[in-house]
């Protein structure tokens, strides 16, 4: 266990806080959350500025250290309180194997993601333009096509064991598949591979909560 407390700034409904706390949860590792974003506010003060000069979350603390950017959280967590859990595997191709697929979130999936998940969760179905919304849909239907076929042939994002891959493609699926009011075509191993992860404790208790 850390020797030093782990804060975790930020919403609980941020899909980048909720790897955090999946992360955590896998790991075992206790910590304290404080609300902030959006309702919460707080990213523009000063004092939160002097930890992240982004205004985003989350941002993690502990004791002197500051370190702001989720899967760069994850990754940290595993090096200083996981060594040698196997989601963060030690060998150098492997865990290259699965640093790309956090990569891939940030590079692929989060641009494709945001516009259909705050044009129907985060709008009033008063001003919705579904048909651009449907427009973004059919853009993340290909990104979203490729792991589907990668998951036809292994049980988890990077091969047979479950990793940080997991965790971070894994909360956005969570909001691919969950968001209602667009058309998507089937993607039934992406769906199987969701049903596996809907098993996990970090992900019932932070990903799978209704989306806000």
């Known amino acids: ?4 407390k782990l804060t975790i ?8 806080v909720q790897k955090v706390l999946w992360c955590l949860t896998e790991l075992g590792l206790a910590y304290e959350r404080i609300d902030a974003g959006m309702q919460y506010g707080k990213t523009r003060e000063a004092e939160y500025l002097a930890m992240n000069p982004n205004a985003r979350i ?22 200083a309180h996981g060594r040698g859990t196997p989601i963060y595997p030690e060998a150098p191709k492997q865990r290259a194997s699965v640093d790309r697929w956090l990569d891939w979130t940030l590079s692929t999936v989060q641009p494709v993601d945001r516009p ?23 853009a993340a239907a290909e990104v979203w096509a490729i792991a589907d076929r990668l998951l036809s042939s292994r049980r988890f994002i ?18 691919w598949l969950g968001v209602e ?4 075509p089937a993607q039934p191993h992406l769906t199987r591979w969701l049903a596996e992860l809907g098993k996990r404790v970090g992900f019932a208790q932070f990903v799978a909560p209704p989306m806000s």
């Open 116 to 138: 259909v998940f705050w044009g129907i969760v985060r709008t009033a179905p008063a001003e919705r333009d579904m048909l651009q919304v449907q427009r973004d849909a059919d």
């Open 58 to 79: 989350p941002t993690l603390v502990e004791g002197e250290f500051v370190l702001w950017e989720s899967n760069s959280i994850m990754r940290y967590l595993c090096l």
């Open 9 to 16: 700034w930020g919403r609980a409904n941020s899909v980048n």
């Open 181 to 184: 009011g667009i058309s998507r």
């Open 1 to 4: 266990m850390p020797d030093t």
């Open 158 to 175: 990077d091969g047979d064991a479950f990793t940080l891959a997991d965790i971070a493609v894994g909360s956005y699926a969570r909001r």
